[in-house]
C-alpha cells in the first residue's frame, strides 16, 4: 500500500513537457495532483486576427488532425452566422454526412488501438496483433471505411478541402453515394463481431457524478449543429454560450480550464449519450443495453462504450441521411448558397469527437477577422479530469505505484484528451546508430 | 530507373514495370519545425519537380499516424519526411529504412495520453503485419517545436539538400 506517492509521467514518445500528470502524496494525503497541458488555441485565435473570412476554417483544421472536420465546421457555422448564411438542407446533410465520419475514425482509434490494450491488458496496440488480430484487423477495415467516407465528401480523409463557407466546392456523384453506402452497409458484421468482443471488457467501478454537457436537437442526435445543454437542467442557444461557460487560465497549464453550473464539467461521448440518449436509433440503443451503458451514467471509463455505440449510431444514421438526399436528387446546383460579406459576431457550436467546440469571431466590413475564441474540449474537460483523479485515487489506494500510475493514466485516456495531437516529431533509435 | 513521363528517349524496357511512389510529408505546418515534412511537399509542388512522373504521387500526411497504412496502399516505394530525432544534430538529416529503426520493447513503450497513434508505433504496425512496404524516412533534428508557422532559418536551410535525397531516391 502507498504511503507516498511522486508520480510524474511524461509521454517520452512526444515532445518534453505535453501533458504530463503529476501526482505528489504524503502519508496518504493528496498535496500535489494536476494534469500539465502546455497546448493553447490561443495562438491559433491570434492566427486567425486580419485572415480573410474565406481562411479560417482551412487555418483551424490544421489545429488537430483527429478534430479537423469538426474545426473545420465550427469555423465555418462561426463565419455563415455573422454573415448571415443560411445553408441549405442538402447541404447540411452532406456536412451531418462528413461529421458522422470524422467522428467514427476518432473513435475507432480511440476505441481500439488506445483503450482496448488497457483493457485486454497487454500494453499497446502491438501485442494485439498476435492475441486479438481480429481487434487489429476490424479496427482498420472501420477506419478505412470513414476514412474513405470523410474523403469522398471533403477531398481528402484529413484536413477537408471541399468544405468551405457558403457549402461545398465539389458535391460527391451520385455513383458514390451509392458507394458510401455499400460500404457502410458492409460494416454490419464488424460491429457485431466488436460488440462481442467489447462485452468481455471490464469497466472499472468507478463513479463521480458531474455536470455533462453537449449540444442538443429536437429531431437529431447532435454532432454537427444544435443548442448547448446542460444535464443541470438547462438549455441555451449556441451563440449565447459565454452565459454559461467560463473559461480561465490556471498556473500549472497553458490550457484554459472551463466551468459552467459547477467548479467542472464534462464533454464527449458520455455527455452526448447522457444527454440526447432518445435520439440514438435503436440499433445504437440496442448495442448500448449489451453493453450495460445506462443513462445517467457517471463511470467516465464507460466513455470507452459510449463512443462505440456512438459508431453504431452513425453508420445507421449515415446510411439514412444517404438514402434522404438520394431521394430528394443530388443537386450539383445546390452545392454552394451566396455569402454576402458583412460585419458581424458569428458563435459555432459542434461536437468534435472529443466534445463540444466552440468557434466565436467578430468580422469587420470587409469580411477581416477581428477577434477569435476558440475553446477546445479537451480545455473544457481538464478540471473534470482532475476531480475525477482527486475523486479516484483514494479508491486505489491500496494499489501499488505502478498500478496506481496506470489506473490513472487509464482514467485520463477514457476521456481521449487532445493533448498532443499538434506535433509530430519522431525520436527513434536506430540499429547499430553511428 | 523511372522516367518522366515526356522523356524523349525510347525505353527498351517498356514491359518492365516502373515502381509506383508515394511521398508523404508529415507534420504541422502550425508547430515550428514539426511542419517540415509539409512544407517538403509544398516546395516540391511549387517547383513541378515530379508533374511529369505519373509513377510519382505527393501527399501531405498531416498528423495522421495510422493512416499510413492506408496511404501505402498500392505503392511500391515509400518516401516520408518528418522532423525526426535521431541522436543527431540540430538540422542533420537522417535516412533510413523503417527495418532498421529499432523494435520497441513494452518496457521502452509507453502510449499515455495519446489519441492518435504515433508514427514509430504505426512503422512497428506495418512491421508486424507484414504489409508489403519499402518504407524509406528521410528526417531532420527541429530546432523549435512551439506555435508558430514558420520554421527555423537552420531547417528552412535544408529543404534543398532533402528535394536532393528524394530525387535521387527516384530517379536511382
Known amino acids: 500500500m502507498a504511503e507516498n506517492l511522486n508520480i510524474e509521467v511524461t509521454p517520452i514518445s512526444r515532445v518534453e513537457g505535453h501533458g504530463d500528470l503529476v501526482i505528489n502524496m504524503k502519508n496518504r494525503k493528496i498535496e500535489t495532483l494536476i494534469l500539465r497541458i502546455p497546448e493553447s488555441p490561443r495562438f491559433f485565435e491570434a492566427m486567425l486576427v486580419g485572415r480573410n473570412w474565406t481562411e479560417p476554417s482551412h487555418i483551424t483544421s490544421r489545429i488537430c488532425g483527429i478534430c479537423s472536420v469538426a474545426h473545420t465546421y465550427a469555423s465555418i457555422k462561426a463565419t455563415e452566422t455573422a454573415m448571415g448564411v443560411k445553408p441549405n438542407n442538402q447541404l447540411i446533410k452532406l456536412r451531418k454526412l462528413i461529421f458522422h465520419h470524422e467522428c467514427v475514425q476518432s473513435n475507432v482509434l480511440h476505441v481500439y488501438f488506445l483503450a482496448a490494450p488497457d483493457f485486454l491488458g497487454v500494453g499497446s496496440v502491438f501485442p494485439l496483433i498476435e492475441t486479438n488480430p481480429e481487434v487489429v484487423n476490424i479496427a482498420l477495415r472501420l477506419k478505412k471505411m ?214 466565436d469571431y467578430a468580422y469587420d466590413e470587409t469580411g477581416k477577422v477581428l477577434k477569435a475564441n476558440l475553446i477546445i474540449p479537451t480545455n473544457m474537460n481538464y478540471a473534470n479530469i482532475e476531480k475525477d483523479m482527486q475523486a479516484y485515487l483514494p479508491q486505489i489506494i491500496s494499489k501499488s505505484e505502478d498500478e496506481i500510475r496506470f489506473d490513472m493514466e487509464m482514467l485520463i485516456r477514457a476521456y481521449d484528451p487532445c493533448i498532443s495531437c499538434s506535433t509530430h516529431m519522431l525520436n527513434v533509435k536506430l540499429i547499430n546508430n553511428k | 530507373m523511372i522516367m518522366p513521363k515526356n522523356t524523349n528517349i525510347i525505353s527498351t524496357k517498356d514491359n518492365v514495370a516502373k515502381a509506383n511512389y508515394k511521398i508523404i510529408g508529415f507534420g504541422n505546418i502550425y508547430m515550428g519545425d514539426d511542419g517540415v515534412g509539409i512544407r517538403v ?99 531532420v533534428k527541429p530546432k523549435v517545436i512551439d506555435y508558430g508557422d514558420k520554421l527555423s532559418p537552420e531547417i528552412e536551410d535544408k529543404i534543398n539538400n532533402i528535394i536532393s535525397l528524394i530525387q535521387n531516391e527516384v530517379n536511382n
Open chain 1, 146 to 359: 470513414a476514412n474513405d467516407m470523410v474523403r469522398i465528401i471533403g477531398g481528402r480523409a484529413v484536413h477537408p478541402i471541399t468544405t468551405v463557407v457558403g457549402g461545398f466546392t465539389k458535391l460527391p456523384t451520385e455513383d458514390e453515394m451509392y458507394q458510401m453506402r455499400d460500404m457502410l452497409k458492409s460494416a454490419y458484421p464488424d460491429l457485431e463481431k466488436s460488440l462481442k468482443i467489447l462485452k468481455t471488457l471490464k469497466m472499472p467501478s468507478f463513479e463521480r457524478e458531474t455536470e455533462y454537457l453537449s449540444i442538443t436537437d429536437k429531431n437529431d442526435y447532435a454532432l454537427y449543429d444544435g443548442d448547448i445543454k446542460s444535464s443541470d437542467g438547462w438549455i441555451i442557444n449556441d451563440q449565447d454560450y459565454l452565459t454559461k461557460i467560463k473559461e480561465k487560465v490556471v498556473q500549472h497549464s497553458t490550457g484554459k480550464h472551463c466551468w459552467a453550473s459547477r467548479d467542472s464539467f464534462m464533454v464527449g461521448a458520455l455527455a452526448r449519450v447522457n444527454n440526447n440518449f432518445d435520439k440514438l436509433s435503436d440499433n445504437a440503443k440496442n448495442y448500448a443495453e449489451e453493453l450495460g451503458l445506462k443513462v445517467p451514467c457517471y463511470n467516465t471509463f464507460m466513455n470507452n462504450f459510449a463512443q462505440f455505440v456512438e459508431v453504431i449510431h452513425s453508420v445507421d444514421d449515415s446510411i439514412k441521411l444517404i438514402e434522404s438526399i438520394l431521394d430528394d436528387g443530388l443537386d450539383k446546383d445546390k452545392a454552394m448558397v451566396d455569402v454576402k460579406v458583412k460585419a458581424g459576431r458569428g458563435v459555432g457550436v459542434v461536437e468534435a469527437p472529443r466534445g463540444l467546440l466552440i468557434h
Open chain 2, 41 to 139: 511537399i509544398e516546395e516540391i509542388r511549387k517547383r513541378n519537380l515530379f508533374n511529369d512522373y505519373d509513377n510519382v504521387i505527393l501527399i501531405e500526411g498531416g498528423t495522421s499516424g495510422i493512416d499510413l497504412i492506408f496511404m501505402i496502399n498500392d505503392s511500391d516505394k515509400v518516401i516520408i519526411i518528418d522532423a525526426i530525432d535521431a541522436g543527431q544534430d540540430i538540422g542533420e538529416i537522417v535516412r533510413f529504412n523503417i527495418n532498421d529503426i529499432e523494435h520497441y520493447t513494452k518496457d521502452n513503450f509507453k502510449s499515455f495520453s495519446l489519441h492518435d497513434v504515433n508514427l514509430l508505433d504505426v512503422f512497428n504496425l506495418i512491421k508486424k503485419l507484414q504489409l508489403k512496404s519499402d518504407i524509406t524516412v528521410i528526417g
